[in-house]
């Protein structure tokens, strides 16, 4: 397992733009798929994006595709989320996962990764 750290939520207005980070203190990082998913109260985890560890595919859930964008640097052992036209229904917990070498048909499921972070709140107003 790999220790995750999540940051950069914060409280946006609808149409707004945030950026989270994902940052692993492992020097294979490049070697891991990351993953990201949210929660919000009252509902059940679901997959937002992820990256394969080779970073050459990528996965976006349709309900941020278009406005989500996945990407990594590896030299800063950081994945990164870009969200831009944030809706007030994209206002949840967001959790970044890890899995070593995953390789996917279709989208990720919180299954496939075995590290996870602790969460960055993500609060989208109207």
């Known amino acids: 397992q790999v220790e995750l750290v999540e940051s950069g939520g914060g409280l946006v207005q609808a149409g707004g733009s945030l950026t989270l980070s994902c940052t692993a203190a492992?020097?294979?990082?490049?070697?891991?798929?990351v993953g990201w998913f949210r929660q919000a109260p009252g509902k059940e985890r679901e997959f937002v994006s992820a990256?394969?560890?080779?970073?050459?595919?990528?996965y976006y859930a349709d309900s941020v595709k278009g406005r989500f964008t996945i990407s990594r640097d590896i030299a800063k052992n950081t994945v990164y989320l870009q969200m831009n036209s944030l809706k007030p229904e994209d206002t949840a917990l967001y959790y970044c996962?890890?899995?070593?070498?995953?390789?996917?048909?279709?989208?990720?499921?919180?299954?496939?990764?075995?590290?996870w972070g602790q969460g960055t709140q993500v609060t989208v107003s109207s």
């Open positions: 990256i394969i560890w080779s970073g050459i595919r990528t």
């Open positions: 996962a890890a899995d070593l070498y995953g390789r996917y048909r279709d989208n990720p499921s919180a299954r496939d990764f075995e590290s």
């Open positions: 492992v020097r294979t990082f490049s070697d891991y798929s």
